[in-house]
């Protein structure tokens, strides 16, 4: 791949298609959030998200981005985001991995895997959803695509919402019923339903491993899988909780020890 000569005498970033970085039986769509197509990001059924931000150096500093790099929306150029870690910090001394593991206090306990998307400024405006009434605010000019803002995604629900939508995928045990809901109804279950990963490893956010919940059925999930209370030994080795005996007080009568009896 050779780069391309751009305005003002510098040189465009090498073209890269999805189909060139593709895994096999890999499928990249257009992401969705909150229901709306987002043309700027795609997502695969594989758990990857690329970016069409392109990456050109149109030189001499007189072209949109920051010293001379324009980079707006290329439909013709991607690449693979990196997902950060979304953690908590331990605090708990007792805790322990599903592998029996100790976790030390001050570890981290990795609960998500995270992106940042940039969206154009009123993308949120005519979504249908509880909480779509706020904007965000305008954090920058992004090349030729004007005013943007910024939201952090996790990449789990990008993956389900991108390729197995509530609507065409509803969860199981209200999938017969689903169809004939009120509208309303089925917007209340778009935002309140909650996605498991089924072997329960955040980092493999493949299609195949992610399933619609309902909370309760996500909690009882997580104390199957770590005993409730994140495998403490007596769980991971199914004992029996062990108890700590009191210690047994003598008892003294100040009075009698007085008078010697």
Sequence with gaps: MSGVKGQGG?????????????????VWKSSVVDGKVHPWYSVSNKGRVASHFGNKHVGNGRSPGF??????YDPEYCK??????AYKTNQNP????????PVKVGDKIVQCMRVSFRFPWDFFK???MYGSEYQYPIQGLVGRNGKCCQRTMAV?????????????????RISDEYPSLPKNVKQWIRETVIINHIDHDC???????????????????????????????????????????????EYINPLAELLGV
Excluded at 14 to 26: A, F, T, W
Excluded at 80 to 85: T, Y
Excluded at 94 to 101: D, F, H, L, Q
Excluded at 163 to 172: L, Q, R, T
């Design 80 to 85: 693979i985001l990196k997902p950060a870690e």
């Design 94 to 101: 007792n805790k322990r991995t599903v592998y029996g593991s």
């Design 156 to 172: 789990h629900k990008l993956v389900a919402n991108t390729h197995m939508s509530v609507d065409d995928f509803p969860p199981e």
């Design 67 to 72: 010293s001379g790099w324009d980079r707006s």
């Design 10 to 26: 510098g040189v465009t970033s090498s073209k890269k298609s999805l189909e060139s970085i593709s895994l096999p039986d890999e």
């Design 203 to 249: 980092s493999n956010n493949c299609v195949e491993n992610l399933e619609y919940v309902t909370m309760r059925q996500n909690t009882h999930a997580a104390v199957k899988q770590y005993g409730g209370h994140f495998c403490p030994d007596q769980y991971l080795k199914h004992k029996e909780p062990f108890l700590i005996k009191e210690k047994e007080v």
């Design 126 to 128: 005519e979504i249908d």
